[in-house]
């Protein structure tokens, strides 16, 4: 197979484009290596990645039209993987036009694509921030998800609203994945495992909004990476007897479909911290702070639906999740 990864140089999209190329798949990854964190990260994926023969990458902005036009008419993608986006719900609040060009723009040129050059199947990257005010857990893709609380979530929302328009008008199949705060090794340093672990280190204090009473669905990148490459082969197809009124909004008389990836068990962030500590044998100074903009109080993944078409089901706890981070933290970091 040959595959198209945007984003590889990010934490899923390495991870995704490691998996596959074990598994001896074809993996083009795109990716813009920009600097809303440590490139020199990004930059380590790719070296990892660069030892297989199957993997060949190019630096492309998904706003750069052209030379996304370009690498579709000379490479034959059965299936295109978006993973590139402008991530982060809190720094969508500093700088909201990145967010707009590279998840607006820059997806609206991938489905272009897609639509030019007839791709078999698109699986993109949605996230659970979509669910914004919704309070009613678990939370399920047959839920409306209309209200979202940052700009970050109103274009993940917008891209599935995009990804069905091209799946109606066009027949592509799109399948769209709400993922649950993804944590594990090579991770994002703008997010809480590596921000704490690092100022732990560092003996500074972590900051802990609203007091930390807040709750998150945290999922191991390998279960993340396990329901991806599952759903590959699961094209969504056309249904003529769906409804509006009768059929869930996660699916469609187009050829599109929607899937939560989550662990399905939230975990309160004062556990996760507890193991953090245990994991790294340090105590943690903790900064208690009110609740901050844009975030939301518990996320939790109702995944009946990837499960029964998939068989998917996470099997790493936080426990085992951090202690393995932890690992790759001190290695790498040398610390
Ligand atoms: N990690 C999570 O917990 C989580 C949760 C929900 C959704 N997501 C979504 O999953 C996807 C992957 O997330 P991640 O955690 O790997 O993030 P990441 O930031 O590590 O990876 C995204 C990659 O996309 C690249 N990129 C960004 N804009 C680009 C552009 N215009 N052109 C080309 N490349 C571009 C970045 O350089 C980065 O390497 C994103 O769409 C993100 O919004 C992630």
Not at 49 to 54: G, T
Not at 72 to 97: H, K, M, T, W
């Amino acid at each position: 197979m040959n595959v198209l990864i945007t984003g590889s140089a990010g934490f899923i999209g390495f991870f995704l484009a490691k998996k596959l190329l074990s598994n001896n798949e074809r993996i083009l990854g795109v990716d813009n290596l920009n600097d809303y964190y440590d490139v020199s990260l990004k930059k380590a994926r790719l070296v990892e990645l660069d030892s297989y023969d199957n993997f060949k990458f190019l630096n492309i902005n998904l706003c750069d039209k052209a030379s996304l036009i370009k690498l579709f008419s000379e490479s034959c993608f059965d299936c295109v993987i978006n993973l590139a986006a402008q991530a982060g719900v809190r720094y969508s609040i500093e700088n909201p036009s990145a967010y707009a060009d590279s998840n607006l723009i820059g997806f609206l040129n991938v489905l272009e694509c897609c639509r030019q050059f007839k791709i078999q199947h698109l699986i993109y990257a949605s996230s659970s921030s979509v669910y914004g005010l919704n309070s009613k857990t678990p939370f399920s893709t047959n839920d409306s998800v209309d209200h979202p609380v940052s700009l970050y979530a109103a274009t993940k929302k917008a891209n599935e609203l995009m990804a069905h328009s091209y799946s109606h008008l066009y027949n592509i199949p799109t399948t769209g994945l709400r993922f649950f705060t993804v944590y594990g090794p090579w991770g994002r340093p703008d997010m809480a495992l590596f921000k704490f672990t690092q100022k732990i280190f560092n003996n500074e204090l972590i900051d802990i909004y609203n007091n930390g009473n807040l709750s998150r669905d945290f999922t191991y990148i390998d279960d993340i990476v396990e329901g991806i490459i599952r759903l590959i082969d699961v094209v969504p197809e056309r249904n003529d007897h769906w409804t509006p009124e009768s059929g869930s909004p996660a699916t469609s008389s187009a050829p599109y479909r929607i899937y939560n990836i989550g662990n399905g068990s939230p975990v309160k962030l004062m556990d996760f911290v507890t193991a953090l500590e245990k994991a790294l044998g340090m105590e943690a100074k903790k900064n208690f702070l009110p609740m901050q903009p844009g975030d939301v109080y518990q996320t939790w993944a109702d995944t009946e639906d990837l499960f029964k078409v998939t068989g998917y089901q996470p099997k790493v706890n936080v426990e085992e999740g951090v202690a393995r981070f932890v690992e790759w933290y001190r290695k790498f970091y040398n610390c």
